[in-house]
């Protein structure tokens, strides 16, 4: 039912719009038909002027909702936002229809009465937003004593946050105090440098903001973010605080090489990775393990695990500059030494291309391309490597006294024997259960996890990993964030990189865990949907406990009590709607976004009939990348189909199918969906939403058997921001289809 609203609607002739359609006849639509207390025009509503003329008639008129009929709403946002409780509905009428249709054409001018329709049934819709606004826990929690932690520490308390950092070693510092020196920082990038991390820790360990924990480890984080409610365990078993946001710089862990039997590890003593040369080096030095000698010459393997399907399918990031430096130790050491390094590619990427080219002009060291094939322990604790596909043309064969393996890295989040951890994790939730705890259930669809944050969710204890055992986050769009909001991953264990990198990736992490807290603060969500203040209602009373949301929430947001039904957790909502989308009984809304509200929109329309040879067609959105990928083609003009009306949702994962059938028996000629590619190199902003959607459509092809409609009348297309040039004929294409499945025949109905 229609709240009390009084709406005023504001068009905006500029940017062409005023010459592909006539405002005028606009103006009157909105004041006769749609009955509009205030409807006006501006030659510029974004200029001073038009934003003046705005605030006046709000003032004045008591609006409470406005319509702002013009360019995109992607841009000049600020410009059309205005105090509480006021609420703006941007109406595209320049990339939607101005753009992108015949100018002053009969179908051009209803299409622009249709979306003003729309804009104005949305607004009478919308409920006022109320904004969660909590007192809230602004300390930053730090998981691990890295590099990546250290930095992330002081530069959270930096932006003045208090900081618990827990390390479950006795000491800060990580790997970083087990290199006797790093790669070079400064130009000429000859000489090897000091990791300067005692200066880190003694600035941690000095800062008044920042309280650490050594020796200690997370036995559980519940609740929500700036609600979270931490206990440790070890050193500092039994302490219990309150946390608001979470940067997890756990780090990494060599790769196992036992796996590398095949590259002789195991079969010589003399056969040793990059992680014990550098043991070797703060501990007397680099000898032959067989004997304690020096070597008279060592190989190095480059790629040792890496790059290989077999083993990690990625690149380590460090290991090529890891040799460069070790072969710096070993030639400094023994000048007589002779080092061989073994590459498939050799990567030092940016200004290290410098520290390559110092090493490469080392007469000492000799460095060549291709493939090992063969690596046998000989006679005289020697090791012989055979490679293929060399630059020579033919097989090469070095003999040396010691081989290093350059292994690579593996995030700590990387559960290596998922079995075995399932197994520890029933044994502990049965052993709480002997001890009376209540514990959230973590569902069949949980994730087994590393055990790290030990959290409280209903979906797994610890951050979700997307490829080889990294935090899930869009890498493209938005690296640091991931499936659990105010939860950043930061370092080696977001992505192999060296201790450089490192450091600069705390701060990125640190930033969005401050941000996180003070737009949480402030009752708004977190990126992709910044700012927003809605929030969703869940009517239990209709509730059936089908565990719908709460498994297709992607990013953790709802756990269950015993008997099945949603507890909701409002800080960790990014607002994109899939609840909604998921639910059969539709008890999920959202104020300004509805199943209710998108009814009305796509109800508000007059169908033409059947003999105007118009078809109506309705086009679902995404408002990430299938809206913008529509603005960048009316930017450059390119033109559709004038019978399509657009809507655009959070994303097609808060689809609901009834939608779709509301659409179809009111008289819509088809339903287009557009919405993110999906899959292992997904681009959907919410992960799932996009394959959800796909999986809905199952059920959309049943409600078309129900009606006796054709299958082409529905259809879902996913599109990259970058494919903008396909809009116009992914439209077309399907108005081809509904040319061919002829009108709807509930037309008129």
């Known amino acids: 039912m229609a709240i009390e609203t009084k709406v005023g609607a504001y068009i905006c002739t500029g940017c062409d719009i005023g010459v592909a359609i006539d405002i005028e006849a606009l103006q009157k639509h909105g004041e006769g038909e749609l009955k509009l207390p205030v409807c006006k025009t501006h030659e510029h509503l974004c200029n001073a002027d038009g934003i003046k003329m705005i605030k006046d008639d709000i003032a004045a008129e008591g609006l409470n909702r406005v319509v702002i009929a013009g360019c995109s709403g992607r841009v000049k946002m600020e410009e059309f936002l205005f105090a509480d409780p006021v609420i703006t509905e941007r109406v595209c009428l320049r990339e939607h229809v101005a753009w992108v249709m015949e100018p002053n054409d009969e179908d051009t001018q209803m299409a622009a009465e249709d979306y003003l329709t729309m804009g104005v049934a949305k607004m009478r819709n919308t409920e006022d937003l109320e904004p969660l606004i909590e007192d809230i826990c602004k300390t930053v929690l730090v998981v691990g004593g890295g590099v990546s932690g250290l930095n992330s520490a002081l530069a959270a308390a930096g932006a ?53 924990f050594k020796g200690s480890t997370i036995k559980k984080i519940e609740g929500e973010p700036g609600k979270f409610d931490m206990e440790l365990d070890g050193a500092s078993a039994g302490e219990k605080m309150k946390i608001g946001s979470v940067i997890q710089a756990s780090g990494w862990k060599p790769y196992d090489p036992e796996n590398l039997g095949h590259l002789g590890y195991g079969k010589s003593k003399n056969v040793v990775t990059n992680v014990q040369v550098e043991e070797m080096v703060s501990n007397g030095g680099i000898k032959r393990p067989s004997d304690g000698q020096i070597p008279q010459s060592v190989a190095f393997i480059q790629c040792a695990g890496s790059r290989d399907q077999d083993h990690l ?39 290290y291309e410098m520290f390559y080219k110092n090493v490469q002009e080392d007469e000492g060291v000799f460095l060549t391309k291709g493939e090992v094939i063969r690596v046998d322990a000989k006679d005289g604790d020697t090791v012989e490597i055979e490679l293929e596909d060399t630059l020579f043309g033919e097989n090469v064969i070095v003999q040396a006294d010691m081989l290093v393996l350059a292994s690579g890295m593996v995030p700590t989040t990387l559960v290596d024997q998922p079995e075995e951890d399932e197994e520890a994790a029933a044994e502990v939730e049965a052993e709480e259960k002997k001890e009376g705890e209540e514990e959230a259930d973590t569902g069949a669809t949980a994730e087994v996890g590393a055990k790290i944050l030990n959290l409280a969710y209903r979906k797994g204890t610890d951050l979700p990993t997307l490829k080889y055992g990294f935090p899930d986050s869009h890498y493209i769009c938005f690296p640091y964030e991931t499936l659990r909001t105010a939860i950043y991953a930061a370092g080696a264990v977001r992505a192999p990189m060296d201790l450089s990198t490192a450091e600069n990736d705390a701060y990125g992490a640190a930033l969005k865990a401050v941000q996180a807290l003070e737009l949480i603060g402030q009752g708004k969500a977190v990126h992709p949907r910044a700012g927003d203040t809605s929030n969703p209602d869940f009517f239990m009373q209709r509730c059936t406990q089908c565990k719908r949301c709460t498994e297709e929430c992607p990013f953790g947001t709802l756990d269950e009590d015993e008997k099945g039904t949603p507890e909701t957790h409002p800080n960790r909502c990014r607002r994109c709607g899939i609840c909604m989308g998921a639910c059969p009984e539709r008890i999920v809304s ?90 292992d190199d997904y681009q959907c902003h919410y992960i799932t939403g996009s394959e959800l959607a796909n999986t809905r459509m199952e059920n959309v092809q049943e409600k078309l058997k129900q009606l006796v409609l054709e299958e082409e009348r529905v259809q879902i297309v996913e599109l990259a921001l970058n494919e903008w040039q396909k809009v116009p004929r992914v439209i077309e294409d399907f108005m081809e289809d509904i040319d061919t499945a002829g009108p709807n025949p509930y037309k008129g109905f």
């Not at 000491?171 to 006797?180: C, I, Q, V």
């Not at 070079?184 to 000095?206: M, N």
């Not at 460069?324 to 590459?343: C, G």
Request: proline letters at 5%.
């Open 160 to 212: 003045g946050n208090d900081v618990v950092l827990v390390e479950k070693e006795e000491k800060l510092g990580g790997w970083a105090t087990k290199f006797k020196k790093v790669f070079p920082k400064v130009a000429p990038y000859k000489e090897l440098a000091d990791s300067g991390v005692e200066e880190l820790i003694s600035q941690v360990e000095g800062n008044a903001k920042i309280k650490v």
């Open 313 to 351: 399918p990625y690149c380590s990031a460090v290991c090529c500059r890891v040799s460069l430096k070790q072969s710096m130790y070993i030639r400094e050491a023994y000048p007589d030494t002779k080092v061989y390094i073994l590459y498939k590619d050799l990567r030092s990427p940016g200004q």
């Open 590 to 679: 959202f104020k300004n976004y509805s199943v209710h509200i998108i009814g009305e929109m796509l109800k508000s329309l007059e169908i033409p009939d059947e003999e105007d040879e118009k078809p109506r067609v309705l086009v679902f959105m995404c408002e990430n990348d299938a809206i913008p990928s529509l603005d960048i083609a009316a930017a450059h003009h390119l033109k559709i189909n004038p019978f399509v009306r657009i809507i655009p949702v959070r994303c097609l994962g808060s689809m609901n199918v009834v939608w779709i059938a509301d659409a179809l028996s009111t008289g819509y000629d088809g339903v287009l969906l557009i919405g993110c590619k999906h899959g």
